[in-house]
Nanobody
Framework: QVQLVESGGGFVQAGGSLRLSCAASGLIVSDYHMSWFRQLPGKEREFVAAIRWSGGSPYFADSVKGRFTISRDNAKNTVYLQMNSLNPEDTAVYFC????????????????????WGQGTQVTVSS
């Protein structure tokens, strides 16, 4: 049974940092594309960042490029999202998700490409 568990969310002031973790069980993260999305109430899930199963350069939404990084610890079977220079527009519930390695890279920004999702972790940034 696949399970993704996010943690690390919380409340932070603008300009601060948080590191989100996504611990996976039931699959090996290095065998999948792993991504982070975020969602506000009543809005669609928005792509944030992705790391390919094969490694290489990650992908970021323009809104977080230069501020967020995504990484993977294969030994811990965990994916991280380091968020720096946070601003109130980053406030959302953040989800990690997996897509099969066979999925096209071009589609990784679309939520429908993903097979498994975590329960989400709330990030709140105050001004």
């Amino acid at each position: 049974q696949v399970q993704l568990v996010e943690s690390g969310g919380g409340f932070v002031q603008a300009g601060g940092s948080l590191r989100l973790s996504c611990a996976a069980s039931g699959l090996i993260v290095s065998d999948y594309h792993m991504s982070w999305f975020r969602q506000l109430p009543g809005k669609e899930r928005e792509f944030v960042a992705a790391i390919r199963w094969s490694g290489g350069s990650p992908y970021f939404a323009d809104s977080v490029k230069g501020r967020f990084t995504i990484s993977r610890d294969n030994a811990k079977n965990t994916v991280y999202l380091q968020m720096n220079s946070l601003n109130p527009e980053d406030t959302a519930v953040y989800f990690c998700a997996t897509a099969a390695w066979s999925k096209a890279i071009a589609g990784l920004r679309m939520a429908r490409q993903y097979d498994y999702w975590g329960q989400g972790t709330q990030v709140t940034v105050s001004s």
